[in-house]
């Protein structure tokens, strides 16, 4: 029987989380050699580091059996999310996901040729194009969505709904603060 759904404050295992990592031996050698540093900051940066190596190809599994790359679910998703008639500009695109007008151009040519996205002229700017989400795509991002949640429900599995809650808020906190404009 899994705890991982339990809605107490339970780990899933004690042992889980009270044994030394990887990380915890770093931190003791470094302790060792320089003991007038406080590595607090480095144990945590580094665990984050290890747990983003962890989910990566995890995600990257669910989005591989609906024949996409990470890129392109994100894309797909991005129009999905934008709301019916699911329709972006490529320049949108690009914003919203954060990437070279080049790199979406990649996507956005894999995508056609799967036949999950269409390309036609905007109505209201000859010069430059819309991108739509075709039947096919919006299936497959559905599809593949619904997956991806249930896999990283998953994978944090090992917290208790408190504990996700928690970790939630300060990664919000911590992405505010890195991503502030310096004073």
């Known amino acids: 029987m899994s705890t991982a759904n339990t809605h107490d404050d339970t780990p899933a295992s004690t042992a889980q989380t009270g044994a030394p990592d990887a990380v915890d031996a770093v931190v003791a050698a470094w302790q060792r050699e320089r003991p007038d540093l406080d590595l607090t900051a480095i144990a945590v940066v580094g665990r984050l580091g290890r747990v983003n190596l962890l989910l990566g190809p995890a995600q ?15 894309v797909l998703a991005a129009l999905r999310r934008s709301g019916a008639p699911y329709t972006l500009s490529p320049s949108r695109l690009s914003d919203l996901l954060m990437l070279s007008r080049g790199g979406m151009t990649n996507r956005l040519d894999r995508l056609e040729s799967a036949g999950m996205i269409e390309r036609s002229l905007d109505r209201a700017d000859r010069r430059s194009f819309q991108i739509r989400l075709t039947e096919h795509g919006y299936a497959t991002v559905d599809g593949a969505m619904t997956q991806h949640t249930a896999n990283v429900t998953a994978l944090l599995g090992g917290l208790t709904p408190r504990e996700v809650t928690t970790l939630n808020e300060l990664a919000r906190k911590l992405l505010h603060h890195l991503t502030a404009p310096p004073q």
């Open 60 to 74: 990257e599994q669910v989005f591989t059996e609906f024949g996409l790359q990470r890129g392109e679910f994100d």
